[in-house]
């Protein structure tokens, strides 16, 4: 091979085999720099990852998944516990209309419907109610139906400006539940 040749193609396309160069020096550079540090943090988050995994697949402690089991079991035998016998919705009725009352309300007329909680042996009754009033009212009423013992639930809650100026029609539906 000719020395003398190459040295003269060299010099002719100095400017091509400098970029060619600087081209190969960058990629050098990048792989050193860049690319390392990407393949040492993949590297990691993988050791990471598998550490992880096997946490997962370790079984749970069977002591811990027994306590957790009699914590849930207490918490709704207490529950249980706390709800009335067979309800006198008469009362609950009377609650609620003296929640109306007391709150300048006007609702129609109060009707629980039963269903029947066979997976937990409970009644759950139920009614719905259209109620009409100023919005402090409607504050005042819901603070009362959260603070009662014997209401457990607001199952549907729906706001909208009345047909008079400063009243609100609201939709509610509660529900309260005994053994």
């Not at 109306?100 to 009754?125: A, C, H, V």
Request: net charge positive; with cysteine; proline share 3%.
């Amino acid at each position: 091979m000719n020395f003398y040749r190459l040295s003269k193609i060299f010099k002719a396309y100095k400017i091509y085999w400098s970029l060619v160069l600087l081209v190969f020096l960058v990629n050098l550079i990048m792989q050193f720099t860049v690319l390392q540090n990407q393949q040492e943090k993949i590297r990691e988050l993988n050791t990471n990852y598998t550490a992880l995994r096997e946490d997962w697949n370790r079984k749970p402690d069977v002591p811990d998944l027994i306590t957790g089991y009699e914590n849930r079991k207490t918490a709704l035998e207490a529950f249980l516990g706390s709800l009335p016998e067979m309800a006198d919705l008469s009362d609950k009725a009377t609650e609620i209309n003296s929640f109306f009352n007391k709150n300048g309300m006007t609702s129609g007329k109060i009707q629980f419907s039963p269903d029947r909680k066979e997976e937990l042996s409970l009644w759950k009754y139920s009614t719905a109610l259209s109620v009409s009033g100023a919005y402090e009212g409607v504050k005042g009423l819901l603070a009362d139906i959260h603070g009662s013992p014997s209401l457990f639930c607001i199952e549907h809650f729906s706001l909208q400006k009345g047909s008079e100026k400063d009243r609100v029609d609201m939709r509610l539906k509660i529900a309260t539940y005994c053994r």
